[in-house]
């Protein structure tokens, strides 16, 4: 019964208990306990889909991928907002994207970085970690869309995941 | 709360709100399905981060708005969730791509 009242990933109880005091109103000693319970008990449960941890992660290079994703989703909202007042129809593409990213983790970084662009939806993954299917909304080609993706989201995850 | 504020709020509650509209235009005019998946998914992300920056500027006297910035973080982590989740039962059911899409789903 003991054994298990630890915290197997301590910065994920670290980031829950912290965001039960923001979301509650003020640090009390009922947010506190409740606190606790849910960093306990939230990464017991979810311990199961957490894919390994990698070696090791350059943290540092976080915001400023973060930045970049930022400036493009508001760039790509206008592009996106233009082209649905447009009276012309859209040239979708669904896209076979070639992955070169091998963690778990890093792949769905970069499927939610690329969903989160406006312009293009990550569709799947396939079995093997290897393709990722996006569709895109308006692409000339299939080869734009992997180089955008590629320059711009990937090497900097590939730099942070070495 | 100073006219300069009040003009910043203003705006950015307009910037928000036409992004909403137009990602709601999206979802009625766009063609097929994958192509409607982009409308609302997208139009969250400026639309609702407009909205927030406007709430956050609005109460800060009120000390710094933690609360909306937790409601972007979980929007923009649950986003995409939702959309692949979309499209994978999309390409289960094997619903039609418009003419004139290039590539194909895949079979599930």
Redesign the interface.
Same mark, same amino acid.
């Given at each position: 019964m003991f054994d298990r009242l630890n915290f197997p990933q301590p910065w994920l109880s670290l980031v829950l208990f912290s965001t039960w005091q923001f979301l509650s109103d003020g640090i009390s000693g009922a947010s506190v306990v409740m606190g606790l319970v849910l960093a306990w008990v939230i990464p017991q449960i979810t311990h199961g889909f957490w894919p390994e941890r990698p070696a090791f992660v350059k943290v540092w290079r976080m915001p400023m991928f973060v930045l970049v994703v930022l400036w493009d989703i508001l760039v790509a909202s206008f592009e996106v907002a233009i082209l649905i007042l447009n009276p012309r129809q859209p040239k979708p593409v669904f896209v076979n994207y070639p992955l070169q990213l091998e963690h778990p983790l890093a792949i769905s970084l970069l499927a939610s970085t690329i969903s989160l662009t406006p312009g293009t939806v990550s569709a799947d993954v396939s079995d093997d970690n290897k393709t990722l299917l996006i569709h895109a909304l308006d692409a000339e080609s299939e080869q734009e869309v992997i180089d955008a993706i590629h320059k711009r989201y990937e090497k900097p995850l590939m730099e942070m995941f070495r | 709360m100073s006219p300069i504020t009040e003009y910043i709020v203003s705006a950015l509650l307009i910037v928000g709100g036409a992004?909403t509209l !137009? /990602?709601a235009?999206?979802l009625a005019?766009? #063609?097929?399905f994958?192509?409607r998946?982009? /409308?609302p998914?997208?139009a969250t992300? !400026?639309g609702v /981060?407009a909205i927030m920056l406007s709430s956050v500027i609005y109460f800060s006297s009120h000390g710094f708005g933690?609360?909306e910035i937790?409601i972007t973080v979980f929007l923009?982590?649950t986003? #995409? !969730?939702s959309?692949?989740m979309l499209?994978?039962a999309a390409?289960h059911m094997g619903v039609k791509?418009?003419k004139?899409?290039?590539?194909? #789903?895949?079979e599930q």
């Open positions: - | 992004f !137009v /990602g235009i999206g005019r766009l #063609p097929d994958f192509t998946l982009h /409308g998914t997208k992300t !400026v /981060g933690i609360s937790l923009f982590m986003a #995409p !969730v959309a692949n499209a994978k390409m791509s418009m004139g899409t290039q590539g194909n #789903p895949w």
